[in-house]
């Protein structure tokens, strides 16, 4: 019996693990339904709704306009299926400091166009910053153990998408792979396959999105952007263009000191994401929230917050370094852990209602909660 009950509670916490982690990935709407329900008189292989999909981006990502039109771009592109059938069906390498969105775009786009923000094939490349790591991406070479399986970090069933849909895959932190790593990765951004080195099996990226996000050039932007608010920087207006032009400038020559131009060549574009600024960080607390209710959901409880907890949070939240995961820090320790105390301390299940809805305001400095 004793097996019985382990059985069972491991059963338990399996589905309840699977329970939290469907309401953070899945999307409020069936969005595979919008896709296959979608027409176009072009006929194409791929099936799939960009304003659908590009209305979940805008809501998830913020302050990344020049990105989320790049995105736009090669979907329409993808959904007229006019794309290389050689080569991976769109490459960019996502720039910019953390924090800011470069990885939670992909898993954006990863909900909106297969239903699930898991839904791709990821590869963490600091995990392969050592020369005899790469086997882990090329497979083991002949004469080793585990040559002949072929075995790596890559998912084929994620690489070719679903039905209609592509699919996406991301090499996150590119500069931290060692030069092997990279070395691998010219023939995948060139003719779209990948032999693993023992010749024993091959994985196809033809049918698949490739997105590559790095911190380079980040510390360079800065200190560009701190310039232009230096004497006598601040006394010369600048132009959007001109500042796009020489930021574009500054990456391009990091990239090329870092990469080699063949890597650098097979790129569809290079896509530099925005700073946090503080005009965004009411939105983003507003963002947090309704993350934060999708967990609560669970308990039936639902959490709104006054424009005094907003403004408090926005305010301490604030690092222009660390961005976004900066704000979630401070949600995190000024809300979530209040919230989790008054949980706990009000049995949700002894109040006879079905659903509770809390208000948060602040308190002689310190965030409260009541029952609304």
């Known amino acids: 019996m004793p097996f019985l009950t382990d059985m069972l509670e491991q059963s338990r916490r399996s ?35 960009i304003d659908t999909i590009m209305s979940g981006l805008s809501e998830e990502v913020l302050g990344q306009g020049q990105a989320l039109r790049a995105v736009a771009d090669m979907l329409h592109v993808i959904r007229a299926d006019i794309t290389d059938p050689r080569r991976p069906l769109y490459t960019a390498l996502f720039l910019g ?73 991301l ?4 500069e931290k792979a060692s030069p092997q790593v ?11 396959i990948l032999t693993v080195a023992s010749g024993e099996r091959t994985y196809n990226f033809r ?20 310039s232009k608010k230096r004497f006598p920087g601040r006394f010369i207006r600048a132009s959007a263009q001109s500042r796009h032009r020489a930021i574009d400038q500054i990456v391009q020559k990091r990239l090329l000191k870092t990469f080699a131009p063949e890597f650098v ?7 530099t994401f925005n700073w946090i600024e503080r005009d965004l960080l009411e939105q983003l607390v507003a963002l947090e929230v309704t993350r934060l209710n999708r967990r609560l959901s669970k308990h039936h409880c639902h959490l709104a917050i006054t424009p005094d907890v907003t403004q408090m949070l926005a305010q301490l939240g604030f690092d222009r370094q660390f961005g976004a995961r900066a704000l979630r820090r401070c949600v995190r320790r000024h809300l979530e852990v209040p919230l989790a105390k008054h949980l706990l301390d009000h049995d949700v299940t002894t109040s006879g ?3 509770i809805s809390y208000l948060a ?5 310190k965030v409260r909660f009541s029952q609304r």
């Open 171 to 174: 090499f996150d932190e590119l």
């Open 97 to 169: 400091p953390t924090g800011v969105g470069k990885t939670e775009i992909v898993r954006a786009l990863a909900k909106g166009m297969h239903g699930d923000a898991d839904a791709f094939c990821r590869v963490d490349m600091n995990t392969l910053s050592q020369e005899h790591y790469a086997a882990a991406l090329t497979g083991a070479p002949p004469g080793y153990v585990g040559a002949k399986e072929g075995t790596t970090l890559l998912d084929q069933e994620k690489l070719d998408g679903s039905i209609g849909r592509p699919g996406i895959v």
């Open 361 to 365: 305001d602040i308190d002689e400095g």
């Open 15 to 49: 589905q309840a693990q699977g329970a939290a982690m469907a309401a953070e990935n899945l999307p409020s709407a069936d969005v595979v339904h919008a896709h296959l329900a979608t027409r176009s008189v072009l006929q194409s292989r791929y099936r799939f709704d």
């Open 353 to 355: 209602a079905s659903h």
């Open 207 to 226: 049918n698949s999105i490739i997105f590559m996000t790095s911190n380079l050039a980040a510390h360079e932007i800065q200190r560009y952007d701190e």
């Open 265 to 271: 060549n097979r790129i569809d574009n290079v896509i």
């Open 182 to 192: 990279i070395q691998a990765l010219l023939n995948i951004l060139d003719n779209g």
